[in-house]
């Protein structure tokens, strides 16, 4: 099983950063997809969800109206858009894989929001 997330960097504040979690080895299709996001001496943080299918999605406040997550089961990825980006949603991006009595979580990429 893995998850391999992409697009992380150094974005100004306003900017926008689309990620990308690749995942093979399980029925992507049957796991519902989570995207989190961790700082330094903070728990990990829900950041959005969306369900098996794709039809229903969840993002938590504090992005609500800037992030977006979307995914595409013919090739196995689940994507953040982050758009009007702020220093505080600085962090480590995690995507994790929810389903059948199993998670799985990927190694991370880095946000970095700063002038």
């Known amino acids: 099983v893995q998850l391999v997330e992409s697009g992380g960097g150094l974005v100004q504040p306003g900017g926008s950063l689309r990620l990308s979690c690749a995942a093979s080895g399980f029925t992507f299709s049957s796991y519902a997809m989570n995207w989190f996001r961790q700082t330094p001496g903070k728990a990990r943080e829900f950041v959005a969800a969306?369900?098996?299918?794709?039809?229903?999605?969840f993002t938590a406040d504090s992005v609500k109206g800037r992030f977006a997550i979307s995914r595409d089961n013919t090739n196995n990825t689940v994507d953040l858009q982050m758009n009007s980006l702020k220093p505080e949603d600085t962090g480590v991006y995690y995507c994790?894989?929810?389903?059948?009595?199993?998670?799985?979580w990927g190694q991370g990429t880095q946000v970095t929001v700063s002038s």
């Open positions: 994790q894989a929810v389903g059948e009595g199993r998670n799985y």
């Open positions: 969306i369900t098996r299918g794709g039809a229903d999605s």
